[in-house]
Each structure stands twice: as C-alpha cells, then as structure tokens.
C-alpha cells in the first residue's frame, strides 16, 4: 500500500534529476546515476600536495585537503550549489557529500578524523537563510564515515559582507577575525575536518583554520563539496 502511495505520488509530482531534469528512478536521491557519474569529480583525496592543498601553503598548516567536484560557471553542475545556497534545497548538501564520503572511505587519512566541523554562518545570515549549508554537508558526510559533527565550538562572531567580485586581497580582510572559539580546549589533540561548499581563494576557510590553531596540538583538514 504505502508503494502504491508513492508511485502515485511521483507520478502527480515526479522526482526529478537536479541535473538533466530526466524522471530519477528508484534508489536515486538528487542527482541519477548518469550526471552523477559525468560529475567533473577532482579525486584529489587520493592525490598528497594536490591543487587544494597547495592553496593553504605559506599560509596555513593543513594536513589534508580535497574538494570533490570542479564548478565551472555556466556548467550543469552549477545547478547543484545554487539549490544548495539560493534555492533551499538542503539535501543536495547532504546527498553529494555522502557520494564524497563514499570515495573518502578509502582513504586512510581522512577516515582518521575524529570531528566534522562545518564553516559556521553568522547568526543574521542564519535566521534569514533558514540554514546552512556547510551544516548539510557535513551531516552526508557524518553518516557514511561515521564521525560526530560539531556546531557549536567554533562560531561567526562578525557578518561579512558577500566575497562575490572581490579580491584575494578583499577577501582576505574580509574574513581576518570573523570566527573564534567558546572553548579552546574541545579540539584539543584531534583531527579536525573543516567542510564549506565551494573553494575558491580560501580565505574563509584560512580564517577558520587562524581561529582553530588556537587550540593545541589541533591537526586540520579541509573538504569542500566544490572547487572554482
């Protein structure tokens, strides 16, 4: 009966591929299994000193780094992060990260970590966003290499203005200060995974890893569900 209930449903409001539009089948959440598998995936989490890491050096100490897809402007695949931050699809966030996560699996260094922290909005963004994003990946994230998330140690203490159009530069004032921690002592000897949704300069995510390096003997490393 509850079959009967949701193919009926489907029909009257079909599922479709945030991608090609084409009908998803069963099984498939989000993205069908045809866009998933032409996704420009980066597999860089296989690759040491790869183009993510390289974009903290001289700047930051992180251990690992890896972003899961390119993002092209004007590419299908812009559709995923604009559902995710524009339009209030949150389980894209989720759904991609576990196809990540999946991949991570067999990596040893990132199924090492002790703790996902996302890249925490400031609360004025929150409440007019509804959620955040980095929060939704995480979870996909969280549920396939099975480690705590935590949202709470590390927060957006001043709203920035949007990066979009500025600088290396601008984005980097932009976002010096803007997070801190409530207890320096949490992340104490742990492997921390910060996640974000897009890479691109880094600075947010610099700015992160500046306020997490206040705890000690921290260990830090980066994934985002994209790279520009």
Request: aromatic share 10%; glycine share 4%; proline share 4%.
């Amino acid at each position: 009966m509850k079959s009967l209930f949701t193919n009926l449903l489907n029909l009257l409001y079909p599922n479709l591929c945030v991608i090609c539009n084409e009908s998803l089948i069963r099984g498939e959440e989000i993205i069908c299994l045809k866009c998933l598998h032409e996704m420009p995936k980066t597999n860089y989490h296989l690759e040491t000193d790869n183009t993510v890491e390289k974009r903290f050096w001289g700047k930051v100490p992180v251990y690992r780094a890896t972003s899961y897809f390119h993002f092209y402007k004007g590419s299908p695949f812009q559709k995923l992060l604009h559902e995710l931050k524009y339009r209030g699809n949150k389980e894209v966030g989720r759904v991609i990260a576990k196809y990540a996560a999946a991949d991570l699996l067999h990596t040893p260094d990132f199924c090492a970590v002790d703790v996902i922290v996302p890249v925490p909005l400031h609360p004025k963004k929150y409440a007019k966003r509804g959620y955040n994003q980095s929060e939704w990946i995480a979870s996909g994230l969280a549920e396939v290499l099975n480690k705590p998330v935590d949202i709470t140690h590390l927060i957006r203490i001043r709203e920035n203005t949007t990066q979009t159009k500025k600088s290396i530069f601008e984005r980097y004032q932009n976002t010096s200060g803007i997070f801190t921690l409530t207890d320096r002592r949490v992340f104490c000897k742990k492997h921390v995974l910060l996640v974000d949704d897009v890479l691109t300069t880094g600075s947010t995510l610099e700015a992160c890893m500046i306020a997490l390096m206040e705890t000690d003997y921290i260990t830090i490393s980066v994934f985002t569900l994209a790279i520009a």
